[in-house]
């Protein structure tokens, strides 16, 4: 089964994305599953991840209806209030729709590079590995440090970082980063995603452009715990979704046939249908 482990759904009118301005162009418009629904059959992905857009439990309520009734959906990555004193019971609450399936934090958007080591959140990691939700780590390479403490504190916790921590390939500063995702890639039950580095790119990007990244990651990771992921309607700021599709398919044909089916559904499975019993 080929999973697309990372997409999104919104509408504008709900009001919640701060982030969705009209700067965006392309993307400043609704998006369902009826837009999807053609990309997704044209290259035979069966399966989705809808993950949050939006810092609101309302929109997660919004997502966990459409999954609802849309049958490729397989389930949600949503958003709670890790800092609210209540942040434990919440997660208990959210827990109780199977449908859910994740819980994902703004962290690249929160003022606090140091906001993940913060003590104060210990219960509402606990609570997710007791209720076995993933947490997807959205990290910019200034956040590999905290997460590695998050990591250390919570080795129960099943964990995906979200777009391979978004290299700066514009400024080819991959320095750091590469040592980052070393450090994190030593934890054995860490996943990553093959997602969103397009967006990390120049409008002129190629297969190539992104190679170092993948190659990268795959040495690190390795090809059982790497996850594909569109991160569309994000990535057609920079490629359709078949173009990012395909260059994901160039980068890994080195693979064998097995690996490949895994980064690009069976890891998926494993992470998140199998953590909340669903695989």
């Not at 209030?81 to 962290?107: H, K, Q, S, T, W």
């Not at 190659?215 to 920079?238: K, M, N, Q």
Request: proline fraction near 6%.
């Amino acid at each position: 089964m080929r999973i697309d482990a990372h997409q999104h759904f919104w509408s504008l009118a709900r009001a919640d994305y701060g982030w969705l301005t009209p700067a965006l162009g392309v993307i400043h418009h609704d998006f369902g599953p009826a837009d999807l629904a053609p990309l997704l059959a044209e290259h035979g992905i069966e399966r989705t991840i809808l993950v949050q857009a939006a810092p609101t439990e309302a929109e997660t309520t919004f997502l966990l209806e459409i999954a609802a009734s849309t049958p490729f959906v397989a389930g949600v990555v949503g958003w709670t209030d890790f800092d609210a004193p209540d942040a434990a019971e919440r997660i208990a609450d959210l827990a109780g729709n199977p449908r859910l399936l994740g819980l994902r934090p703004m962290v690249q958007d929160i003022v606090d590079d140091d906001w993940l080591a913060r003590p104060e959140l210990g219960s509402a990691f606990t609570a997710m590995a007791a209720h076995h939700l993933v947490f997807d780590a959205l990290l910019k390479p200034r956040h590999i440090a905290p997460m590695l403490t998050v990591l250390e504190r919570h080795s129960d916790l099943a964990c995906v970082i979200d777009h391979g921590a978004k290299p700066d390939l514009i400024a080819d500063d991959l320095a750091g980063w590469r040592a980052g995702i070393a450090a994190l890639a030593a934890h054995p039950t860490l996943f990553c995603k093959l997602s969103g580095l397009v967006t990390e790119a120049g409008p002129d990007w190629t297969p190539e452009t992104l190679r170092p990244v993948v190659e990268h990651l795959l040495a690190t990771f390795g090809p059982d715990r790497l996850i594909f992921g569109s991160d569309w309607p994000v990535v057609t700021l920079r490629a359709s979704y078949a173009q990012w599709l395909k260059a994901a398919e160039i980068l890994l044909a080195g693979l064998t046939e097995a690996q490949r089916a895994a980064i690009f559904g069976g890891n998926a499975a494993k992470l998140y249908l199998s953590q909340r019993g669903r695989g």
